[in-house]
């Protein structure tokens, strides 16, 4: 994917953390390491909101067991008898 | 390290629902990659159907389909794991077998899971190596502190 060029103002601290880090070898640049930050906070942001999302109602141990015999029964236990078969 | 998520750890329970976040913020602050297979994401979509109205249906179901695409979550398929569901049908119910088989890869650090009756208080599994994997989200949470 291209890159874009941009200027980001960053505290000492701040700069400082990520440098231990691209000195440690986490990361091989300060740029990878600032694209790794973003990328973790999109994934946590999103992650936050299925679980929002899903928040209520919960599931009870029964519901989420009829559930995975269904589709065992429906999708997987076939899929096991056919590879078995060959 | 990679860290599995059973259904169970993915879908609101009625104890603790907070802490599949608590559990997925570890791993993504910590650089580890939190996994789920074919089977845990079809049951995800079939759970959620069942459970929901359709525009909440819509929202969940779209924000999954964002986390697969943003690539922060390794997806294990059939074809990886079944290598392993002859042993894993020995230990668990069938219904249970492709999980637990995604867990006995050789990637696979953790299991995370709240299902007592299958997989925490299973005596089958008691004293196997597999056992050691699979945590609670508090337990993981607990150990990973």
């Known amino acids: 994917m291209p890159m874009q060029t941009v200027q980001v103002r960053l505290t000492e601290e701040q700069l400082r953390l990520i440098d231990e880090k ?22 946590l942001e999103l992650f936050g909101r ?11 141990e029964e519901e989420l067991d009829r559930a995975r015999e269904e589709l065992w029964r429906e999708k997987y236990a076939p899929r096991l008898k056919k590879q078995k078969s060959r | 390290m990679k860290i599995l998520f059973d259904t169970s750890a993915l879908l609101p329970g009625l104890r603790y629902p907070e802490l599949r976040e608590k559990a997925i913020g570890r791993i993504i602050h910590a650089g580890a990659l939190p996994v789920v297979t074919d089977y845990i994401l079809d049951e995800l979509r079939l759970n959620i159907q069942k459970k929901y109205t359709a525009e ?7 924000l999954l389909l964002q986390i697969l695409s943003m690539g922060v979550l390794e997806i294990k398929t059939w074809d990886e794991y079944a290598p392993h569901l002859d042993e894993a049908l020995e230990l668990v119910p069938e219904k249970d077998a492709p999980v637990l088989a995604a867990a006995m ?41």
């Open chain 1, 22 to 43: 691209v000195n440690e070898g986490i990361y091989p640049s300060r740029s990878e390491a600032i694209r790794d930050y973003v990328r973790k906070a999109e994934a």
């Open chain 2, 105 to 145: 890869l050789v990637d696979i650090d953790y299991l995370l899971t709240t299902d007592k009756k299958h997989f925490l208080e299973n005596k089958k599994l008691q004293g196997t190596a597999w056992r050691k994997k699979i945590k609670t989200p508090r337990e993981f949470l607990e150990e990973t502190a």
């Open chain 1, 50 to 60: 299925f679980f929002e999302a899903t928040r209520k109602p919960a599931f009870t």
């Open chain 2, 56 to 62: 909440e249906k819509a929202v969940a179901l779209e």
